[in-house]
């Protein structure tokens, strides 16, 4: 079980993937044309969990955010699988994760910051 706090962050993240994102321009993005045309475990609650996991624990990799979900997120999506499944099911959605965060980087991107300008750090690391 998850705090309330952490509860209502996680229901918030799947509305925002759900309803904001999905409906919008998501669906086109993760369509898809087999026999598992309606999974049990939607793409928008693969998203939510690997968003949630990420910002909410900072856990990074793939197998941490499987292994969390499947512990502590299992009440709230008991249909998570396998982990292989999930980080197949993850991998398929890259490119939803390009439409789904590059609006957010834009809306949260600091006022001071030049998009014609970038820094380069050109010193090599030298080991000893």
């Given at each position: 079980?998850?705090?309330?706090?952490?509860?209502?962050?996680?229901?918030?993240?799947?509305?925002?993937?759900?309803?904001?994102?999905?409906?919008?321009?998501?669906?086109?993005?993760?369509?898809?044309?087999?026999?598992?045309?309606?999974?049990?475990?939607?793409?928008?609650?693969?998203?939510?969990?690997?968003?949630?996991?990420?910002?909410?624990?900072?856990?990074?990799?793939?197998?941490q955010i499987?292994?969390?979900?499947?512990?502590?997120?299992?009440?709230?999506?008991?249909?998570?699988?396998?982990?292989?499944?999930?980080?197949?099911?993850?991998n398929r959605?890259?490119?939803?994760?390009?439409?789904?965060?590059?609006?957010?980087?834009?809306?949260?991107?600091?006022?001071?910051?030049?998009?014609?300008?970038?820094?380069?750090?050109?010193?090599?690391?030298?080991?000893?």
């Amino acid at each position: 079980m998850i705090p309330q706090a952490k509860a209502i962050k996680l229901i918030e993240i799947y509305f925002y993937v759900c309803k904001k994102r999905y409906d919008e321009d998501l669906k086109y993005c993760c369509k898809r044309y087999s026999n598992n045309e309606n999974p049990v475990l939607t793409d928008q609650e693969i998203m939510t969990i690997y968003l949630y996991v990420m910002h909410e624990e900072q856990r990074y990799k793939v197998k941490q955010i499987h292994r969390f979900a499947n512990e502590y997120l299992h009440s709230w999506f008991p249909n998570l699988g396998s982990y292989a499944a999930f980080n197949n099911r993850l991998n398929r959605l890259s490119e939803a994760f390009k439409l789904l965060v590059t609006p957010m980087l834009e809306k949260f991107r600091p006022k001071d910051c030049c998009l014609d300008q970038s820094l380069l750090d050109s010193m090599p690391i030298i080991p000893k």
